[in-house]
């Protein structure tokens, strides 16, 4: 009993740590996909150029969100005419180049971390744009697009089908601070806290348990700490493999990269590790369903060896600049809530976030939550300042729902009932 109570309160103290970040992260985030539409994007995404695959990681570390509503808005994209490869370089980004991810690695293991992961990122989607031109056939592309089309639900499809942007003219300021700005704001960082925060708490509790239950030696004997090079070999190459099977995405995944890095994996392995949070197990069931077994093969085996790649390349470069972290830096924050700056902050972000979630259900926003895991084909909100939408993707009352960026539908997006797909 004791050891529960243990894990459940290192668990409460890292929430606790970590919360006016995260609150910080998707208020941003949510200023900028207010005045981004998904149309917009997709005109942004058509190529596999250097200077798109820039665009497609800003515009994706502007979009931040769970892994599984990133996923399935990169299918969205992809379906509406973006190239593959940018889409995926979106997909990356919205999950691993975000402020809040920057923020929380910080806090709770060192600033090293966050210009790791920022440098990493950029490497991993430059290896697999390199990656992908060399491996990826179009006869492969136009297999994935065929299934794409067929409109298979993964998850959380109704959050990647809405385009919450705020619509009329003027400048952005002047359109943010209007009543309809205001809402739209709400509306996305409403909707992508409720997206993350299984996950986050998933991430939380197990980190909890295995700090409290796991013992040092285990993970000094499995990561070859002790062993200098082959502790820098071997991390990068498991840590990919550790998150696979964790089951915990996005920024759930921190709190037991706090764990490994205490428990001696290297820190290009924490990175990897981090970096392998669109390879869990669930997603990638739901690559299957997207784009057919094997694409959900191709995506395993290339994400993985750019993590790992990603991972040597920050590994042997901030050792050589000096700018790996001692580990007894990271601690696993296990007090009680004190008056200290932590407390501060966030009493003034848990007020804003109360205020943009009365805004939130002032405008609707209950029936959203109820769309967020509906079709891929509708089920979008209506307008800012409005109600939303029909279930089926119809407009709302100012006469927009879902972003009507792609054209027609595809061959098989009709009412019938989808069957769990196994095409190859």
Same mark, same amino acid.
């Given at each position: 009993?004791?050891?529960v109570v243990h894990a459940?309160?290192?668990?409460?103290?890292?929430?606790? +740590?970590?919360?006016?970040?995260?609150?910080?992260?998707?208020?941003?985030?949510?200023?900028?996909?207010?005045?981004?539409?998904?149309?917009?994007?997709?005109?942004?995404?058509?190529?596999?150029?250097?200077?798109?695959?820039?665009?497609?990681?800003?515009?994706?570390?502007?979009?931040?969100?769970?892994?599984?509503?990133?996923?399935?808005?990169?299918?969205?994209?992809?379906?509406? $005419?973006?190239?593959?490869?940018?889409?995926?370089?979106?997909?990356?980004?919205?999950?691993?180049?975000?402020?809040?991810?920057?923020?929380?690695?910080?806090?709770?293991?060192?600033?090293?971390?966050?210009?790791?992961?920022?440098?990493?990122?950029?490497?991993?989607?430059?290896?697999?744009?390199?990656?992908?031109?060399?491996?990826?056939?179009?006869?492969?592309?136009? *297999?994935?697009?065929?299934?794409?089309?067929?409109?298979?639900?993964?998850?959380? +499809?109704?959050?990647?089908?809405?385009?919450?942007?705020v619509r009329g003219t003027?400048?952005?300021?002047?359109?943010?601070?209007?009543?309809?700005?205001? *809402?739209?704001?709400?509306?996305?960082? &409403?909707?992508?806290?409720?997206?993350?925060?299984?996950?986050?708490?998933?991430?939380?509790?197990?980190?909890?348990?295995?700090?409290?239950? %796991? =013992?040092?030696?285990?993970?000094?004997?499995?990561?070859?700490?002790?062993?200098?090079?082959?502790?820098?070999?071997?991390?990068?190459?498991?840590?990919?493999? &550790?998150?696979?099977?964790?089951? &915990?995405?996005?920024? $759930?995944?921190? =709190?037991?990269?706090? %764990?490994?890095?205490?428990?001696?994996?290297?820190?290009? $392995? &924490?990175?990897?590790?981090?970096?392998?949070?669109?390879?869990?197990?669930?997603?990638?069931?739901?690559?299957?369903?997207?784009?057919?077994?094997?694409?959900?093969?191709?995506?395993?085996?290339?994400?993985?060896?750019?993590?790992?790649?990603?991972?040597?390349?920050?590994?042997?470069?901030?050792?050589?600049?000096?700018?790996?972290?001692?580990?007894?830096?990271?601690?696993?924050?296990?007090?009680?809530?004190?008056?200290?700056?932590? *407390?501060?902050?966030?009493?003034?972000?848990?007020?804003?976030?109360?205020?943009?979630? %009365?805004?939130?259900?002032? *405008?609707?926003?209950?029936?959203?939550?109820?769309?967020?895991?509906?079709?891929?084909?509708?089920?979008?909100?209506?307008?800012?300042?409005?109600?939303?939408?029909?279930?089926?993707?119809?407009?709302?009352?100012?006469?927009?729902?879902?972003?009507?960026?792609? $054209?027609? =539908?595809?061959?098989?997006?009709?009412?019938?009932?989808?069957?769990?797909?196994?095409? +190859?």
């Open positions: 009993m004791h050891a459940l309160s290192v668990a409460g103290a890292m929430a606790w +740590e970590i919360t006016w970040a995260l609150i910080l992260g998707f208020a941003l985030s949510a200023v900028v996909q207010s005045a981004v539409r998904k149309a917009t994007v997709v005109r942004l995404l058509g190529d596999a150029r250097p200077r798109t695959l820039v665009a497609a990681a800003g515009l994706g570390a502007a979009s931040s969100s769970c892994s599984y509503a990133a996923v399935a808005l990169a299918r969205s994209l992809f379906r509406k $005419g973006a190239d593959f490869t940018a889409a995926m370089a979106f997909q990356i980004a919205s999950t691993n180049l975000v402020v809040e991810l920057g923020v929380i690695l910080a806090l709770l293991m060192g600033w090293q971390f966050t210009v790791a992961e920022f440098a990493g990122g950029a490497v991993m989607i430059a290896v697999l744009a390199v990656l992908f031109r060399v491996l990826l056939t179009d006869g492969r592309v136009r *297999t994935a697009r065929r299934q794409a089309d067929r409109g298979f639900a993964g998850a959380m +499809e109704g959050h990647a089908a809405m385009d919450m942007s003027g400048s952005f300021a002047r359109r943010l601070l209007s009543p309809d700005g205001f *809402t739209a704001v709400s509306r996305v960082f &409403v909707m992508e806290w409720a997206a993350i925060i299984r996950d986050l708490a998933l991430g939380l509790l197990i980190a909890g348990a295995i700090a409290a239950w %796991v =013992p040092d030696s285990f993970w000094q004997a499995f990561f070859f700490t002790g062993h200098p090079l082959a502790e820098k070999l071997w991390g990068p190459l498991i840590g990919p493999l &550790v998150a696979i099977a964790s089951f &915990v995405c996005s920024i $759930g995944n921190v =709190p037991l990269a706090v %764990v490994l890095w205490q428990g001696g994996i290297s820190f290009g $392995g &924490v990175v990897a590790f981090i970096f392998a949070d669109l390879l869990i197990l669930p997603i990638l069931n739901i690559y299957r369903k997207y784009y057919g077994g094997r694409m959900a093969l191709f995506l395993l085996g290339t994400f993985y060896a750019a993590a790992v790649i990603a991972g040597y390349a920050v590994e042997f470069a901030f050792g050589a600049l000096g700018l790996i972290p001692d580990r007894a830096g990271a601690t696993l924050p296990a007090g009680g809530v004190s008056w200290n700056y932590t *407390t501060w902050l966030n009493i003034v972000f848990l007020l804003l976030a109360a205020v943009l979630l %009365v805004r939130f259900l002032r *405008t609707g926003g209950a029936a959203m939550l109820r769309m967020m895991g509906g079709s891929p084909d509708g089920g979008g909100p209506g307008p800012a300042g409005g109600d939303p939408g029909p279930a089926g993707g119809g407009p709302g009352p100012a006469g927009y729902g879902p972003d009507p960026a792609g $054209g027609a =539908p595809g061959p098989a997006e009709d009412d019938r009932p989808r069957r769990d797909p196994s095409p +190859e």
